[in-house]
């Protein structure tokens, strides 16, 4: 079934850990995002990607990085987690970036930072 | 409306009823809007869109009004369906090489049986 596909679905984790959100779409989407989701905020973006090959910096981007090495993989890190960082993640991508086309979410990653 | 609070507002509806959920927003210059469904435990999930060039857009049992004047976007659903509980969220974007969607904060519609 095409779509995006994230890992973990959920995690706890330790404050100071490392941590790697996967997130891989089949789709041949050109852009891909990630967001958080906490009560009372909405969705907000972190990081993004127009392109495999580059990647852009989103409203909320501290304590986060991402990588774009190919067009179906774009794994969010955490260096070292906070108990701030405690949200859901989304992963979404879209055909491009040009804000003519709709986005298309996985499922999520619920993560708590202790 | 858009909640500035911890808690989203709700909006309560009698299963068969029409649901009308409204979304004011912000930048004069989008052109691309999107409305959003999001059950509990799941990713977002698109609904239906329309551009700036239309004033409303019908799919599937849901409608989607444009009012550009006053910047207010709607979504109608007719004959709810307790399938249609969910929290759901209007999206507003420009035509742009690097610009990105912008959502609101949500709306739970909740169906009373």
């Known amino acids: 079934i095409a779509g995006i596909t994230q890992a973990p679905t959920s995690q706890i984790l330790a404050a100071g850990r490392r941590m790697t959100l996967r997130c891989t779409q089949d789709?041949?989407?050109?852009?891909m995002y990630w967001y958080r989701q906490d009560l009372g905020l909405g969705l907000r973006l972190i990081h993004y990607?127009?392109?495999?090959?580059?990647?852009g910096k989103g409203e909320v981007p501290d304590g986060y990085s991402v990588s774009r090495a190919n067009t179906d993989d774009f794994p969010l890190t955490l260096a070292s987690a906070v108990p701030s960082q405690t949200s859901v993640y989304f992963c979404?991508?879209?055909?491009?970036?040009?804000?003519?086309?709709?986005?298309?979410f996985g499922s999520g990653t619920r993560l708590t930072v202790v | 409306g858009e909640s500035v609070g911890l808690h989203l507002p709700t909006l309560s509806v009698q299963e068969g009823d029409n649901s009308i959920i409204n979304c004011a927003y912000s930048?004069?210059?989008?052109?691309?809007f999107i409305w959003y469904k999001q059950e509990s435990g799941k990713g977002p999930q698109f609904i239906i869109d329309?551009?700036?060039?239309?004033d409303k857009r019908q799919g599937q049992r849901v409608t989607v009004l444009l009012n550009k004047t006053v910047k207010h976007l709607s979504l109608q659903i007719a004959a709810t369906q307790p399938g249609d509980s969910a929290v759901y969220f209007c999206?507003?974007?420009?035509?742009?090489?690097?610009?990105?969607?912008?959502f609101g904060k949500g709306i739970t519609l909740s169906v009373r049986p």
């Open positions: 329309i551009r700036s060039n239309m």
């Open positions: 979404a991508s879209s055909v491009s970036g040009t804000g003519l086309y709709g986005y298309t």
């Open positions: 930048n004069s210059a989008s052109d691309y």
């Open positions: 990607s127009n392109t495999a090959g580059t990647t």
């Open positions: 789709m041949r989407h050109n852009a």
């Open positions: 999206a507003e974007n420009m035509a742009g090489a690097n610009s990105k969607l912008t």
